[in-house]
């Protein structure tokens, strides 16, 4: 059974940094995409990052460029997104997703880690 | 990237059909087979419904659909369930790795 699981989320004052972590299993980690999905309270979904399976190729929307880093350790089976010069209009629920393999499409989702920007 | 436009709500009785538009761009919607939805409770974690424009992943019921016209996608649920009422949001292959989602449809089962 395919799980994934967020941490680290938490309130940050403006300007902070703060780095999530998806613990992935289930599946062979190495093999998939996978991607940062956030949601503002009561909005949208929006895309945030995306990184190949061996971690080579990484993409970001342009609301973060500069600002967050997406990176994953496969020897750990575990994504991360590390967020600087972190703004309120940053807070949401964070939620890593699996890229479906062979195609576009997030199959499988964490449960979110909520990011709180705020003085 | 724009998000692509959905209705913000849509509504029908138990039994009936609903129909949610998403409507893009040649760059993103109309330029790629790749338009996926997504089905969300409200507290929970989006769930994957369709993708490539049509396609069910295994265990989504067949009353879900999916199709596209040029810039404009479309789910539609066919014989509407108490349990089908849920924000749903598509999402489209943007080009060099990018994605972009729907401004998301609050989906009432009167």
């Known amino acids: 059974e395919v799980q994934l699981l967020e941490s680290g989320g938490g309130l940050v004052q403006p300007g902070g940094s703060l780095r999530l972590s998806c613990a992935a299993s289930?599946?062979?980690?190495?093999?998939?995409?996978m991607n940062w999905v956030r949601q503002a309270p009561g909005k949208g979904l929006e895309w945030v990052s995306s990184?190949?399976?061996?971690?080579?190729?990484?993409n970001y929307a342009e609301s973060v460029k500069g600002r967050f880093t997406i990176s994953r350790d496969n020897s750990k089976n575990t994504l991360y997104l590390q967020m600087n010069s972190l703004r309120a209009e940053d807070t949401a629920v964070y939620y890593c997703?699996?890229?479906?393999?062979?195609?576009?499409?997030?199959?499988?989702w964490g449960q979110g880690t909520l990011v709180t920007v705020s003085s | 990237q724009s998000a692509l436009t959905q209705p913000p709500s849509a509504s029908g009785s138990p039994g009936q059909s609903v129909t949610i538009s998403c409507t893009g761009t040649?760059?993103?919607?109309?330029?790629?087979?790749?338009v996926s939805w997504y089905q969300q409770h409200p507290g929970k974690a989006p769930k994957f419904m369709i993708y490539?424009?049509?396609k069910r992943p295994s265990g989504v019921p067949d009353r879900f659909s999916g199709s596209k016209s040029g810039n404009t996608a479309s789910l539609t649920v066919s014989g509407l369930q108490a349990e089908d009422e849920a924000d749903y949001y598509c999402?489209?292959?943007?080009?060099?790795?990018?994605?972009?989602f729907g401004t998301g449809t609050k989906v009432t089962v009167l």
């Open positions: 040649s760059s993103d919607v109309g330029g790629y087979n790749y």
């Open positions: 990184i190949s399976g061996g971690g080579i190729t990484t």
């Open positions: 289930g599946f062979t980690f190495s093999s998939y995409a």
């Open positions: 999402n489209s292959y943007a080009g060099s790795n990018n994605y972009v």
């Open positions: 997703a699996k890229k479906i393999g062979g195609s576009y499409g997030l199959d499988y």
């Open positions: 490539e424009v049509s």
